[in-house]
């Protein structure tokens, strides 16, 4: 009984003893092992100390607060794109986009591809036009969007409308016979008016006198690939007047008068054709027919002074006394096409391999690996349109007797 006491007495005093010894090592003065960083084991590690002065306090963007960072907003930085990265001369040269204030969003994101792609290096303007006024939200998101300055123009109701000298009821029965036969855009009036508009008025409007050069931009499109020179002082520098990236065949239910109306432009007016032109390009059988061969307008790059001359302004008021803008459902791509391959020679128009392009239904991806990824193209390069049958391109490669990229053939 003795000796069980005294066990339990000694398991006690052990007890009493761990329970002292540990109350002794968690208040004592001992450091807590540091981080080479500074920080403690542990927790989180401290920041380096500035090897000089620290820059000076950056103010808050517009619009951001305390309140922000309580909900978990992360604030936007204010301003807008960044300025020109590449020094040197600017040609007097636009952008022109025809477009009504319901195409904003579509027309917002082709401007931020052109931009990242290209204009944030450059800074050229934009030239808006519309049949209507434009709105404060479209003037407001574009010219926040633009690197460079932006206008907005008024087409002027003459040239949105019908001519005086088109009859009315026979316009209207030909838009009815094509929306029978199920015709693209066969009855539609404002899609008649757009496409005589850029086939003759939209370089003659007043926002547009004052440039040399002009590139046109549709809505929704996409740019696939950086652009790390300027192209319009690439077709100045190269005596360039036209260019494109795609090119195909017409509808031939939209034309069927085209080329009689070209032929009777050709025989009144023989100083216009040009020495050297491309004839080739647009027949094969030395202009007696038309192949239907046409670049595709909705992008091109060209010179405003060629639209303005006396060729390109016989031309187009030839072909739009005759009617087919209205009696028919004449494009303006081939309208454009055929007067650069006639009143230009073939060495003033160019083909943008580089410049890779998508506009529904069909895409430009530049031929050729190397191209690609040096220009940080995200491209399929098996979309691309140029080598197929219903494209035009391997055409004018033949009668340029240019050889086509290498790789070609795994994209026909």
């Known amino acids: 009984m003795a000796s069980g006491s005294t066990r339990y007495i000694r398991y006690i005093l052990f007890a009493c003893f761990g329970l002292s010894a540990l109350y002794f090592l968690t208040t004592s003065s001992i450091p807590t092992p540091q981080l080479p960083n500074g920080g403690n084991w542990g927790s989180t590690p401290a920041a380096k100390p500035p090897a000089s002065d620290p820059p000076a306090s950056i103010p808050p963007p517009t619009g951001s607060s305390a309140t922000d960072a309580q909900i978990g907003q992360t604030p936007n930085t204010a301003g807008g794109l960044p300025p020109a990265t590449v020094p040197g001369e600017r040609m007097n040269a636009t952008f022109v986009t025809l477009a009504r204030n319901s195409d904003i969003w579509e027309i917002a994101k082709s401007i931020r591809q052109v931009e990242d792609r290209f204009n944030r290096k450059f800074n050229y303007d934009w030239v808006f036009l519309n049949d209507k006024p434009f709105d404060d939200e479209f003037k407001n998101l574009t010219s926040s969007l633009v690197s460079g300055k932006t206008h907005y123009g008024l087409i002027p109701k003459e040239h949105w409308s019908f001519p005086d000298f088109i009859d009315q009821e026979k316009a209207k029965a030909v838009r009815e016979d094509m929306a029978e036969r199920k015709i693209i855009y066969g009855d539609s009036i404002s899609y008649r008016h757009m496409c005589r508009y850029e086939s003759g008025f939209f370089f003659r409007h007043p926002l547009m006198?004052?440039?040399?050069?002009?590139?046109?931009?549709?809505?929704?499109?996409?740019?696939?690939?950086?652009?790390?020179?300027?192209?319009?002082?690439?077709?100045?520098?190269?005596?360039?007047?036209?260019?494109?990236?795609?090119?195909?065949?017409?509808?031939?239910?939209?034309?069927?008068?085209?080329?009689?109306?070209?032929?009777?432009?050709?025989?009144?007016?023989?100083?216009?054709?040009?020495?050297?032109?491309?004839?080739?390009?647009?027949?094969?059988?030395?202009?007696?027919?038309?192949?239907?061969?046409?670049?595709?307008?909705?992008?091109?790059?060209?010179?405003?002074?060629?639209?303005?001359?006396?060729?390109?302004?016989?031309?187009?008021?030839?072909?739009?006394?005759?009617?087919?803008?209205?009696?028919?459902?004449?494009?303006?791509?081939?309208?454009?096409?055929?007067?650069?391959?006639?009143?230009?020679?073939?060495?003033?128009?160019?083909?943008?391999?580089?410049?890779?392009?998508?506009?529904?239904?069909?895409?430009?991806?530049?031929?050729?690996?190397?191209?690609?990824?040096?220009?940080?193209?995200?491209?399929?390069?098996?979309?691309?349109?140029?080598?197929?049958?219903?494209?035009?391109?391997?055409?004018?490669?033949?009668?340029?007797?240019?050889?086509?990229?290498?790789?070609?053939?795994?994209?026909?």
């Not at 652009?227 to 065949?249: A, G």
């Not at 023989?270 to 027919?289: C, R, V, Y």
């Not at 087919?324 to 073939?346: C, M, N, Q």
């Not at 506009?359 to 190397?370: D, S, W, Y």
């Open 209 to 412: 006198n004052q440039f040399e050069w002009y590139w046109r931009v549709e809505p929704s499109i996409e740019m696939y690939c950086d652009i790390n020179y300027d192209t319009f002082k690439f077709m100045r520098d190269n005596n360039k007047k036209y260019s494109f990236v795609l090119s195909l065949y017409e509808y031939v239910e939209t034309i069927p008068t085209l080329w009689d109306s070209v032929k009777n432009f050709t025989k009144k007016y023989p100083e216009h054709i040009a020495q050297g032109n491309s004839m080739g390009f647009l027949s094969d059988d030395d202009g007696k027919t038309y192949n239907h061969c046409h670049f595709w307008s909705n992008f091109e790059i060209g010179n405003l002074n060629w639209l303005r001359s006396k060729a390109y302004i016989d031309y187009f008021e030839s072909l739009d006394h005759d009617g087919g803008f209205f009696y028919e459902r004449w494009g303006d791509a081939p309208v454009h096409s055929i007067a650069a391959a006639l009143t230009l020679k073939k060495d003033e128009i160019h083909f943008f391999n580089d410049i890779a392009y998508y506009h529904v239904p069909f895409t430009h991806c530049p031929t050729g690996e190397k191209t690609r990824l040096d220009l940080k193209c995200h491209c399929n390069p098996k979309d691309n349109f140029d080598w197929k049958g219903y494209s035009c391109t391997t055409r004018y490669f033949e009668i340029n007797g240019m050889t086509k990229p290498e790789g070609y053939e795994k994209e026909q």
